[in-house]
């Protein structure tokens, strides 16, 4: 019965029937066994298959299946109310090794709670140095997003150090995009380094802007507490945010670091799969992405609407969320009640509890 709802509301992804049921398939069996492994999805048997039958199913899928990711981000995006001020979106890359060969995916997501749900992610070519980005991947993954909302909709987008350069920054100002990034020590702000200048954390009155890279922007740094860490301080600059707010702005950032986490070991154990393959990996992070978004916002929806316990904040949002419904998947002799809840919250046009915990 739930498949059957979870079948309707991914129906805006404009693929056949067939392709349909075996895309749910996918994400019921990926939610029960937490991985991603197609060896050990094919063994849920959920159309009473065989293993070998329902493999070869799940690969057909990842080789032909034509799911248009824009679709996914624009079902993603639509479950998720945008905030007054706009959105806060973060983008970073992930990367782990398979073999000798290594995959990033340079992802963008939407701030949530302090956590990022992913709306567009480009696997990176294997040509990459180190796996770093290049400008003309930035701008790929920027264009997916502008496809799914407006520049001035976009409240900031913050980036680590990964993401400076002149002409990326300068794509971002042309677009009408606000950011604040991270900057390394050494890089010259005015016509100092970074490390040279004070904190400005405290600093009252005016914030002046400085040259970087060319580009006329604020800056502003703070010492940070080390613990085995490179650096000692903060230096973030922007072109639109100033002091306090830009370095606070520049914190939301950490929330892309916990969607990795929890797609990887604390969750759906990405780093497990075999594939290899750009456009494969592309709709794999597709899946992973709406299991996540089905997870979390369930979590934020029961730290809403129930009260919460001790055994509840010992928890995260997202786990608390993806244990509720294996119960709800694993269990029929549930009271209708409860199964009721959570497909008449799967049905809402928006999730507008995802910002309340």
């Not at 392709?19 to 849920?44: D, F, G, H, P, Y």
């Not at 990842?62 to 996914?72: D, N």
């Not at 920054?169 to 200048?197: F, M, P, S, W």
Request: glycine share 6%.
């Amino acid at each position: 019965m739930l498949n059957d709802h979870l079948l309707l509301e991914l129906s805006s992804l404009n693929l056949n029937l067939a392709r349909l049921k075996c895309l749910t398939l996918l994400l019921s069996s990926m939610l029960r066994q937490r991985t991603v492994n197609l060896t050990i999805l094919a063994t849920e048997n959920l159309t009473g298959a065989k293993n070998e039958s329902c493999y070869r199913r799940f690969q057909n899928f990842f080789l032909h299946a034509a799911l248009c990711l824009t679709s996914v981000g624009r079902l993603i995006l639509t479950k998720i109310p945008k905030p007054q001020q706009g959105w806060v979106l973060s983008m970073d890359r992930t990367n782990w090794k398979y073999g000798k060969r290594h995959i990033n995916i340079l992802t963008v997501g939407v701030v949530v709670n302090k956590i990022a749900i992913p709306i567009a992610w480009k696997v990176l070519p294997q040509t990459t140095k180190r796996g770093n980005s290049h400008t003309s991947h930035r701008i790929t993954v920027l264009n997916k997003v502008l496809r799914l909302m407006k520049p001035q909709d976009i409240y900031v987008l913050v980036m680590d150090r990964e993401f400076g350069g002149q002409k990326w920054l300068e794509c971002l100002d042309q677009k009408g995009v606000g950011y604040a990034v991270r900057v390394k020590t050494n890089t010259i702000i005015g016509e100092r380094h970074a490390h040279q200048h004070r904190s400005t954390r405290n600093k009252k009155g005016g914030h002046p802007r400085h040259v970087v890279w060319g580009l006329d922007v604020f800056f502003s740094c703070k010492a940070i507490s080390c613990n085995g860490r490179r650096d000692e301080r903060l230096h973030v600059i922007s072109n639109r945010f100033s002091g306090k707010e830009m370095l606070e702005l520049y914190q939301l950032r950490w929330g892309i670091e916990l969607l990795f986490s929890h797609l990887k070991k604390r969750g759906f154990h990405l780093e497990s799969t075999h594939m290899s393959e750009g456009k494969k990996l592309e709709k794999l992070f597709a899946l992973v992405s709406l299991a996540f978004l089905f997870s979390f916002a369930w979590g934020c929806e029961l730290r809403s609407t129930r009260k919460i316990t001790q055994a509840m904040k010992r928890k995260s949002i997202f786990r608390q969320g993806l244990e509720d419904i294996l119960r709800l998947l694993n269990n029929p002799h549930l009271a209708d009640k409860e199964r009721r809840a959570f497909i008449d919250w799967l049905k809402s046009p928006s999730w507008a509890k995802i910002f309340v915990v």
